[in-house]
C-alpha cells in the first residue's frame, strides 16, 4: 500500500510539473506569436509597395479535370461493354505593363475540354473524344492616367472557340472610353464608342453592330487561393438582340509547391447564338420567339499556378 502512494505522489508529481511546463510553454510562446504577425503585416505592406512600383506585372494558374472509366459485361448499363472518359484543361494568364503615367494591361483565358462514351458493342459510335467545352479570349486594354484612379483607355478583346468552328462565330470588341481602377487588382472599363465586329461563315443570323462595352476584371491572391473574375458586357445601340454577356471565375488552391485544386464557372447570355443554334432543328425561330437559355460551364480538377 505505501508503494502504491508512492507511485500515485510520482505520478501526480510528473503530472503538475507537465502542466507547469506546458503553461511556460505558452506564456513563451504568445509574444512569438505577437511577432510574428507584427512581420506579417511588414511584410505585407513591403510588398504592396513592391507591387504599386512600374514595371511589369506577369502570372499564369491553370487547372486540369478529368476522369475515365470502364466497362466490360456490366449488364446494369445500356452499354453494358463501354469506356467513357472527360478532360478538361483552363489556363488563365497576365502581363501587365504600368508605370507612373500609362498602362499596358494584356490577358489570356483559355478552357478546353473533351468527352468520349465508346459503345464496344456499336461500331458505329465515335470511339475519338469530341469537344465539350470550347473558350477563348484575349484582351488588351492600354490607358493613359489622368490621375491615379482613371485613365483614357482603347480597349481590345476576341472571343471565339478553337477546337470547332474556329472564328465561327469569332467577336473583336474595339472602343475607347475610359477605365477607373480604384484598386490595384481591380480594373473596370467604360466605353461608350465601341464597335462589336462579328465573325461568321456563309449566311448567318449574326450582326456587327455599334454599341457600349463595360468590363470589370479582378485577381487577387488570398495566401494561397489564386482568384480571377471577367465580366465582359457588349450592350448594342442597334438592338438588344445583339448584345452579350460573359463572366468567368476561376479559383486555384495551392495545397503543395503549387499544385493544388481548382474551380471555374462560366456564365455567357448571348442571343444570336442562342437563335443560331435553334435553327438547326426549326427554321421558324426568330429573334422574337428564340428562348434565350443561360449558358454555362464549370470545371473542378488539379490545379498548378505558375
Known sequence: MKKLSILFLIAFINFSLNAQTAEELKKEQAPLKAEIAKLQGQVKSLQAKIDALPGWR?????????????FNNWYSKSEPNSSAGNIGI??????NLIEDSFFWRNSAAVNLG??????????TD?????????????????????????????????RTTIIDNFNNPGYLDLGVGFTWTPKSNLVVVLHPGNYNFVFSKDNTVF???????????????????????????????????????????SFGYSIWKG????????????????????LID????????????????WLFGLNYAF
Not at 483552363?90 to 502581363?95: C, K, L, S
Not at 475519338?128 to 488588351?140: Q, R, W
Not at 455567357?268 to 447564338?273: F, L, Y
Open 58 to 70: 506577369k502570372g499564369a494558374f491553370g487547372t486540369i479535370g478529368g476522369n475515365l472509366s470502364g
Open 90 to 95: 483552363t489556363v488563365n494568364g497576365f502581363a
Open 114 to 123: 473533351w468527352v468520349k462514351l465508346d459503345d464496344k458493342d456499336d461500331p
Open 126 to 158: 465515335s470511339k475519338s473524344f469530341d469537344a465539350a467545352t470550347d473558350v477563348f479570349t484575349i484582351t488588351s486594354l492600354y490607358g493613359k492616367k489622368l490621375n491615379s484612379k482613371w485613365a483614357v483607355s482603347g480597349l481590345g478583346e476576341y
Open 207 to 249: 450582326e456587327s453592330s455599334l454599341g457600349a462595352k463595360i468590363v470589370a476584371d479582378y485577381t487577387q491572391k488570398y495566401g494561397k487561393l489564386s482568384v480571377k473574375s471577367n465580366l465582359s458586357v457588349f450592350q448594342s445601340y442597334e438592338s438588344s438582340n445583339l448584345s452579350n454577356y460573359t463572366f468567368t471565375n
Open 259 to 278: 499544385i493544388g485544386v481548382g474551380f471555374e464557372l462560366g456564365l455567357r447570355k448571348n442571343k444570336q447564338e442562342a437563335l443560331e443554334y435553334a
Open 282 to 297: 426549326d427554321s421558324t425561330a426568330t429573334f422574337d420567339n428564340v428562348d434565350n437559355k443561360l449558358q454555362s460551364y
